[in-house]
Structure formats: structure tokens, C-alpha cells
T-cell receptor
Framework: GAGVSQTPSNKVTEKGKYVELRCDPI?????LYWYRQSLGQGPEFLIY????????DSGLPNDRFFAVRPEGSVSTLKIQRTERGDSAVYLC???????????????????FGPGTRLLVL | GNSVTQMEGPVTLSEEAFLTINCTYT??????LFWYVQYPGEGLQLLLK?????DKGSNKGFEATYRKETTSFHLEKGSVQVSDSAVYFC????????????FGKGTKLTVNP
């Protein structure tokens, strides 16, 4: 079946511009996550949706970053007034539910898309 | 907050060598632990996971055991292949009730024939 897809695969923009990055999760997955991966680093959490609502947006670095998931499926990450430091690979992941095990650990595997490589000049 | 520390790379081995990549964590509560792998030109893939203490995750000859007493989840493989060349990430989730994954910085493995 289809995995998580992200568009565009690459985006080059100029400092100060607005960009939108799109994520199509696996069909039926209710949980959706955005991460950002800088060169030589592990992915860093940005925001987590359960259905249409943002359950945890503690990773968004500042108010230039915003994400929506209006119908509980596709999500868009929006970055206003881009800065050179925003250059990174933006990863999207989905899971069938944001459930927790008996001991509190997350049970559901997160499946990652190929990412969008953003370059801000 | 929750954090993951993994062995710095890069790691270079010859084919059929034994592999260990160390991973330790700091977390509130009882997290689930994961190893993800990123092959050249591909996206992140789950390699294995363990959801409670003393569980052993295994896949493709790789193993890791959830050690609560040492807060560790070291990745091992008895005999690596050239095709195992990739970047390996240790991660945790769920500690303290959070769903997000917290990743280590990654360890690049190169296996030479």
C-alpha cells in the first residue's frame, strides 16, 4: 500500500518568503507528526496531530511556524518570513493511533515519509 | 526533559565484523525505545523496537535489549554486511506521556567488503 508522501521533495526559496510543505499520511492513520532534521543531526519534533487537532505543538520553534490538518488527513506545515536557519529536511510521520502501552510507552510505530528538503537562500 | 545519547560515528567495519552501537537515554516514566535506520537516498525506517524493560527487539539480524537498570538500548549485529551501511538512530517515545519521538544524533555505519 501507499506510504507517507510529502510534497515537494525539494524547495528552494528566498529569505523572507512564505512556504507550505504538504504531507499525505497513510490512509486511516489518525496520528500525524512533523519533525525537522538538520544536517548531521537526528530529527527534532515539531508538532503532533491527533485527528484534526494539534495535541502537542511544543516543538514549533517560534510563531513563524504553523501547521494545520483541517480534515484529519492531509497536513500542511507553513513557514512565514523564512530565514536561512530554517534550511533543513522536514519529515512527516503517521501512525494508526497515538496510543500508549500499559507502562506509558507509545505502542504505535511511526512511519516516515521521504521528507521535503528546504533551502532558504 | 527526555533525551537520547548515542555513540558518535562514523563507524567503519569490514564485512562479517561484529557491530555494537551504544545508546543510553534519560526519560520520565517508562518510554518505548526504537532503532530507526536511514539507508542512502531513502527515508527513515523502523528497524526494531521494545516497549518495556527486558524486552528484546530484533529484525534483519539486529538486536537490542531494553535495559532499565542501565537506561540503555544498545544495537548489536553479529555479522554485518555491506548492505547494512546506513545511518542508525536511537529514539524513544512515550516517557512522561508524550507521543513524540526523541532521537539521538545518529551513527553512520560503513561496511567495507
Amino acid at each position: 500500500g501507499a506510504g507517507v508522501s510529502q510534497t515537494p521533495s525539494n524547495k528552494v526559496t528566498e529569505k523572507g518568503k512564505y512556504v507550505e510543505l504538504r504531507c499525505d499520511p497513510i490512509s486511516g492513520h489518525t496520528a500525524l507528526y512533523w519533525y525537522r532534521q538538520s544536517l548531521g543531526q537526528g530529527p527534532e519534533f515539531l508538532i503532533y496531530f491527533q485527528g484534526t487537532g494539534a495535541a502537542d505543538d511544543s516543538g514549533l520553534p517560534n510563531d513563524r511556524f504553523f501547521a494545520v490538518r483541517p480534515e484529519g488527513s492531509v497536513s500542511t506545515l507553513k513557514i512565514q518570513r523564512t530565514e536561512r536557519g530554517d534550511s533543513a529536511v522536514y519529515l512527516c510521520a503517521s501512525s494508526s493511533q497515538g496510543g500508549r502501552g500499559l507502562a506509558g510507552g507509545s505502542l504505535e510505530t511511526q512511519y516516515f515519509g521521504p521528507g521535503t528538503r528546504l533551502l532558504v537562500l | 526533559g527526555n533525551s537520547v545519547t548515542q555513540m558518535e560515528g562514523p563507524v567503519t567495519l569490514s564485512e562479517e565484523a561484529f557491530l555494537t552501537i551504544n545508546c543510553t537515554y534519560t526519560a520520565t516514566g517508562y518510554p518505548s525505545l526504537f532503532w530507526y535506520v536511514q539507508y542512502p537516498g531513502e527515508g527513515l525506517q523502523l528497524l526494531l523496537k521494545a516497549t518495556k524493560a527486558d524486552d528484546k527487539g530484533s529484525n534483519k539480524g539486529f538486536e537490542a535489549t531494553y535495559r532499565k537498570e542501565t537506561t540503555s538500548f544498545h544495537l548489536e549485529k553479529g555479522s554485518v554486511q555491506v548492505s547494512d551501511s546506513a545511518v542508525y538512530f536511537c529514539a524513544l517515545s512515550g516517557g512522561g506521556g508524550s507521543e513524540k519521538l526523541v532521537f539521538g544524533k545518529g551513527t553512520k555505519l560503513t561496511v567495507n567488503p
